[in-house]
């Protein structure tokens, strides 16, 4: 963090904080906090009030709602009761939230390029879902595959927004007037 402002261990301000630069919070904040910059709370920093910045770090206690324009960090030992907003969000272990968690927005990649295929890589192992299915192409009168069978009927069942539909669900089926079996205490 370059050359932050600092509220120091001890020190309480009553009412709300504004600034262009990066802050760090060490004491306590009775009041909205708005910052065009960086803003991190330290282990006993305690503010009650909405926190508002382009990266937010916490570490301490937050009573409000926690918004930041690219990430929200919340380090082990951090408390909000409030929601939190931003395109990236971490929590680590030994971190508590007690609110929505919500990732809206994209945060600029360098270069201002998308990856190929225009989706974001998540971690290993994570393939995001397509915004809308693929577009389909075929020949008029013929299906895709040329088996003769219409292309709706071969395609899977998708939801409201275009996403495979999960399968319907199995359930056993008893004969009328049947009851189940109760199980003993030693099985």
Same mark, same amino acid.
Not at 42 to 50: D, P, R
Not at 132 to 148: F, H, K, S
Not at 157 to 167: E, F, L, T
């Given at each position: ?60 206690? =937050?009573? /409000?709602? %926690? *918004? ?5 960090? +919340?380090?082990? #030992?951090? @408390?909000?009761? &409030?929601? $939190? ?11 508590? =939230?007690? /609110?929505? %968690? *919500? ?5 600029? +990649?360098?270069? #201002?390029? @998308?990856?190929? &295929?225009? $989706? ?24 895709p595959d ?9 395609e899977k069942?998708?939801d409201k ?27």
């Amino acid at each position: 963090m370059n050359e932050a402002s600092v509220i120091g261990r001890g020190t309480v301000v009553r009412g709300n904080v504004r600034g262009s630069g990066n802050l760090e919070i060490l004491g306590r904040v009775e009041g909205d906090v708005n910052v065009g910059g960086e803003i991190v709370l330290g282990e006993e920093a305690a503010v009650k009030g909405n926190i508002s910045g382009a990266s937010v770090t916490v570490a301490g206690a =937050v009573q /409000g709602d %926690v *918004r930041a324009s690219d990430a929200v960090l +919340l380090e082990r #030992g951090a @408390r909000v009761v &409030g929601d $939190l907003t931003a395109p990236r969000i971490g929590v680590s272990t030994g971190a508590l =939230v007690r /609110g929505l %968690v *919500r990732t809206d927005g994209e945060p600029p +990649l360098a270069g #201002g390029r @998308r990856p190929a &295929g225009g $989706l974001a890589r998540g971690p290993a192992g994570f393939a995001p879902r397509a915004a809308a299915a693929p577009a389909r192409t075929e020949t008029a009168g013929e299906p895709p595959d040329g088996t003769g069978a219409s292309s709706a009927s071969a395609e899977k069942p998708r939801d409201k927004v275009g996403r495979d539909a999960p399968p319907p669900p199995v359930v056993p089926a008893l004969a009328k007037g049947a009851k189940a079996k109760k199980k003993k205490k030693g099985d």
